[in-house]
């Protein structure tokens, strides 16, 4: 318990060790983890700004000049394919006043900052800052927007604000080969949902990486086809966990129009997988195609969740595609809708004066790998 007996706010040593407990006597975490604003603080300054995390997808900038703007923990950044064909993620703040050189998404050879018209090309350089002269030893091409560090991996555009992170890939070198068979950097998004949702991030990610809550939530939708109580979850040599759902029978071939993905083995073909690679990087796997649970919190109760639904690109060229996407997405938002009333049902219970840390079923053995992972972290003296 030594590890974890460092204090942290609204920690006490006896609820960290009730945490750090083997999975047959572990609890959850106390409400505080979720509840604090120091606490999230804390995790934005430890976990958060050290790990590797998911901004895009290189087939959602497929153009020099495509661009993405979003915020990720308080930097306003984007997403862009330079003329030169690299991608780069990197700070959107002017150099001059701080103002924000772009919003939203489209496609730009230059970004001229709508405050004073300084431009920028799209590797960062400033090309142009107007009515500067006098301004003694200024010199446009010693000004460069912050890059940050980044990695393509399986077509995800992986960053970290950490120069001195370990490299992403050797770490989940595992998780790539068990997923090898659903070629991850041959798809493209074919749709997105988008919700705005009014909890800490823990509770929406401990909700996807466990099926013990089939039996209730989803009682008519997953629970028949993927029971609670077949789910299972392997040891994980790293910084992730995998939840394995089995299906109860074979699903009837393309059963969502999509066909399968070539290479499969017969069980990849028809059981349901949930994966989180910690911090919070959700993926989903079918037999025809994988969902991406894109989290960008930004307060201790708030963050945005951008579903996005990914098939092969073959798929992708399907003359019915737009109606597949359509009718996929519809079957995402309700699944959805039903986790949003357990989430909210959840968030309510955290906030209540009352409420104590709870004891983990067998089932809920993801949450707690990420439990461990998350006070391990933390707990890092001296970070």
Same mark, same amino acid.
């Given at each position: 318990?030594?590890?974890?007996? %460092? ?77 030169? +064909? ?17 919003? +939203? ?57 950490? &120069?001195?992170?370990?490299? #992403? ?9 068990? #997923? ?14 988008? #919700? &705005? ?6 509770? %929406? ?19 028949? *086809? ?6 299972? @979850?392997? &040891? ?25 993905? &070539? ?57 019915? @595609? ?7 997405? *519809? ?10 009333? *357990? ?5 309510? +219970? ?24 998350? %006070? ?8």
């Amino acid at each position: 318990m030594n590890k974890h007996s %460092l204090a942290l706010p609204g920690l006490s040593e006896e609820e960290c060790a009730r945490v750090a407990a083997p999975l047959e006597a572990a609890w959850t975490l106390p409400a505080t983890a979720y509840t604090d604003p120091d606490l999230y603080d804390l995790e934005v300054e430890r976990i958060m700004r050290r790990s590797w995390l998911p901004v895009g997808r290189v087939d959602q900038v497929p153009n020099p000049g495509d661009y993405i703007c979003f915020t990720l923990y308080d930097q306003p950044l984007m997403l862009v394919r330079g003329t030169d +064909g690299d991608v780069r993620v990197m700070s959107r703040v002017c150099l001059h006043r701080a103002a924000p050189i772009a919003e +939203g998404t489209g496609n730009r050879n230059l970004f001229s900052c709508p405050y004073h018209a300084w431009s920028y090309a799209t590797d960062g350089q400033l090309v142009r800052a107007p009515l500067m002269e006098g301004a003694e030893g200024f010199d446009e091409k010693s000004c460069k927007l912050p890059v940050l560090r980044t990695e393509i991996w399986e077509g995800f555009v992986m960053v970290n604000f950490d &120069d001195a992170a370990e490299p #992403f890939a050797p770490q989940v070198a595992t998780y790539q080969k068990t #997923f090898s068979n659903y070629k991850l950097d041959d798809m493209v998004i074919i749709k997105t949902l988008e #919700f &705005d949702s009014p909890w800490n991030w823990k509770v %929406l990610v401990e909700n996807f990486m466990e099926a013990y809550h089939h039996i209730a939530i989803h009682k008519e939708t997953f629970e028949p *086809a993927y029971p609670a109580k077949d789910s299972k @979850i392997p &040891d994980a040599d790293g910084p992730y966990s995998i939840l394995h759902m089995p299906a109860l029978a074979p699903h009837p071939e393309d059963p969502d129009g999509l066909p399968l993905i &070539d290479g499969l083995e017969e069980w990849q073909k028809n059981d349901l997988l949930a994966t989180v690679l910690f911090p919070h990087f959700l993926l989903a796997f079918m037999g025809s195609s994988a969902t991406w649970y894109q989290i960008i919190p930004s307060a201790t109760d708030r963050l945005l969740l951008k579903i996005h639904f990914l098939v092969p690109k073959a798929s992708a060229g399907l003359p019915n @595609i737009d109606e597949i996407a359509e009718g996929s997405g *519809a079957l995402i938002s309700v699944i959805h809708h039903e986790d949003i009333e *357990a989430n909210d049902m959840v968030w309510e +219970g955290l906030k209540a004066p009352l409420t104590s840390q709870g004891r983990l079923s067998p089932l809920e053995r993801s949450i707690w790998q990420l439990n461990q992972w998350w %006070l391990n972290e933390l707990s890092k003296a001296g970070s």
